[in-house]
């Protein structure tokens, strides 16, 4: 079975602040992929990032990050400086390349203040 | 490129009624999913389709859900009778795949209903 635990509810920091998005994710699929949606109060679902289960490279998108370690099973995410405009709801996600089928986990409520 | 298109974006019915969501996914999308958000619940598929052809239906919630996708441009999702815990907002996605490879998925801007 599939399954993603985003532990952290909410976290809530101040601007400029570092932080850290955890995810954690069970498959028994050998080829998969990972996904981070944002979802902000306007409701839509935000493409932010895509990685296969072959790729471990850990990713930087300006003040994004991504790291992936695949021995904890684990897609974390990283909002350097963050900014009240990253507030917002994010969620992980894992599809398998078996069936296609995409889940997601709980979601993080990620509160910027300034 | 339109993205995939919902609608309505706002539904509110009485209970017992029958509401349909209608999706129109990206053109060349081979897979299509039908998503429902909830506080409690979080985002849950409930079905998809891959080929136009359901594939998973594990996700759907009662009988009184179904869901059609007659071709590769074109899906809906049903509720007969409505009831108000089904208030949620709907999201549809579609993407792309071959042998193995996903493409990546896009979601429309969703549907809120509210039955009240």
């Known amino acids: 079975a599939q399954k993603v635990t985003q532990a952290q509810t909410e976290i809530s920091v101040v601007e400029k602040e570092d932080v850290t998005l955890d995810c954690v994710y069970e498959?028994?699929?050998?080829?998969?992929?990972l996904f981070w949606y944002k979802q902000p109060p306007s409701g839509e679902l935000v493409f932010l990032i895509r990685?296969?289960?072959?790729?471990?490279q850990n990713e930087i998108s300006g003040r994004y990050s991504w790291n992936f370690q695949k021995s904890t099973s684990s897609f974390n995410f990283t909002i350097t400086a963050s900014q009240v405009v990253d507030s917002a709801v994010y969620f992980c996600?894992?599809?398998?390349?078996?069936?296609?089928?995409?889940?997601f986990g709980q979601g993080t409520t990620l509160q910027v203040k300034p | 490129d339109a993205g995939v298109i919902q609608s309505p974006r706002h539904e509110v019915t009485e209970m017992g009624q029958e509401v349909t969501l209608r999706c129109k996914p990206i053109?060349?999308?081979?897979?299509l999913f039908w998503y429902r958000q909830t506080m409690m619940r979080g985002l849950e598929l409930l079905i998809y389709?891959?080929?136009?052809?359901?594939?998973?239906d594990s996700g759907m919630p009662e009988d009184r859900f179904s869901a059609k996708m007659p071709n590769a441009s074109f899906s809906t999702l049903k509720i007969q009778p409505s009831e108000p815990r089904d208030s949620a907002v709907y999201f549809c996605?579609?993407?792309?795949?071959?042998?193995?490879?996903?493409?990546?998925?896009?979601f429309g801007s969703g549907t809120r209903l509210t039955v009240v």
């Open positions: 053109s060349g999308h081979n897979s």
């Open positions: 389709f891959n080929n136009n052809v359901p594939i998973d």
């Open positions: 996605a579609s993407s792309s795949g071959q042998g193995g490879t996903n493409y990546g998925y896009t």
């Open positions: 996600a894992l599809s398998s390349s078996n069936t296609g089928k995409l889940i």
């Open positions: 498959t028994r699929d050998t080829t998969y992929y």
């Open positions: 990685r296969n289960s072959f790729d471990e």
